[in-house]
């Protein structure tokens, strides 16, 4: 065999194995993401006048919604909605959720307080626009100031609710506008302690840990 055929026998070898981790840490990165949610150094105020951070999200479940004060549609709709669930489950008492500002040029304590304040166990969280910008980034929601061309804006924002359970771990999801069923079916194994098969999970295995300690420091 020439050295050509051994160099070339090598760099298939490299490639084959480069490949080969490629397919065992990508998917562990992608699971990893999700545990990771929510983590992240910002400081926001709530409506209460505490301070609303990572270790806002630990005692007890939570469900979070960005939204902001002026939204015509999505975010009226979306309290609504967390009215209901919580009228319709008595266990409900336990779920802390918060309403996070993405518009916090126009989000006073003050005004957030009072467009919270008609659903029971909905606290604001507004703040510097610095560390919305930080928080919204920790939750990997997407929101964006759309100017109008007669003057004022409005904000684009992920219309979704976000579960996290009493370790501070995200869950899933509630869409916009979900079924009352299924939402309902969410929060209640939220609240009776995450069965086994959903939500986030921790990575046990060495690899699963590699990823998720590299990916939480780049965080």
């Not at 995450?194 to 060495?206: H, I, K, V, Y």
């Amino acid at each position: 065999m020439t050295k050509e055929h051994r160099f070339a026998l090598g760099l298939t070898a490299l490639a084959l194995l480069a490949t080969l981790a490629l397919l065992l840490v990508l998917p562990r990165i992608d699971a990893n993401r999700a545990a990771l949610l929510g983590r992240g150094d910002y400081t926001l105020g709530t409506t209460d006048g505490s301070a609303f951070t990572e270790a806002s999200l630990k005692g007890a479940p939570s469900a979070v919604f960005f939204g902001f004060t002026h939204c015509p549609e999505v975010c009226p709709t979306t309290m609504g909605d967390i009215a209901t669930w919580k009228e319709d489950l008595p266990q409900s008492a336990d779920l802390r959720v918060f309403f996070v500002s993405v518009d916090p040029e126009r989000d006073t304590p003050e005004l957030l307080h009072d467009y919270v304040s008609w659903v029971p166990g909905v606290t604001g969280v507004t703040g510097d626009p610095s560390e919305t910008a930080k928080a919204i980034g920790a939750f990997g929601v997407q929101a964006e100031r759309i100017d109008f061309s007669e003057g004022g804006y409005t904000m684009d924002h992920s219309a979704y609710v976000m579960l996290f359970d009493a370790d501070g771990l995200f869950v899933e999801t509630i869409p916009y506008q979900s079924n009352f069923a299924e939402a309902e079916e969410k929060l209640r194994n939220l609240l009776e302690g995450n069965p086994e098969g959903r939500g986030a999970r921790l990575p046990r295995d060495p690899i699963g840990w590699l990823c998720f300690s590299v990916q939480a420091a780049l965080s």
